[in-house]
Nanobody, 120 residues
């Protein structure tokens, strides 16, 4: 079994910062990519940012320059530092991991989601 445990969401004022964490544990051989998606009410889930095993990153245009993804390989943990938050960043943020299991089969797992609300 594999688990993705997220933490760090909450309520923040516009212009504020939050840091999300996602720790992967369980029957993982190697992680290829970890990332963050978000889904606002009435909208489709969208990619926010992702980081590959070799450290390559990509960001949605709407968060470039404000959000930073990083990872700790030893802990199978990915972080999302969100600065200069805007009301339009309000959404449920989901961690995603694409990895090889112990039998070297590919898997795509999702965290349970953490709410981020940006409001004054």
């Amino acid at each position: 079994q594999v688990q993705l445990v997220e933490s760090g969401g909450g309520l923040v004022q516009p212009g504020g910062s939050l840091r999300l964490s996602c720790a992967a544990s369980g029957s993982i051989f190697s992680i290829n990519t970890m990332g963050w998606y978000r889904q606002a009410p009435g909208k489709q889930r969208e990619l926010v940012t992702a980081i590959t095993n070799d450290g390559s990153t990509n960001y949605a245009d709407s968060v470039k320059g404000r959000f930073t993804i990083s990872k700790d390989n030893a802990k199978n943990t990915v972080y999302l530092q969100m600065n200069s938050l805007k009301p339009e960043d309000t959404a449920v943020y989901y961690c995603n991991a694409r990895f090889l299991g112990v039998l070297h089969t590919p898997h795509n797992y999702w965290g349970q989601g953490t709410q981020v609300t940006v409001s004054s």
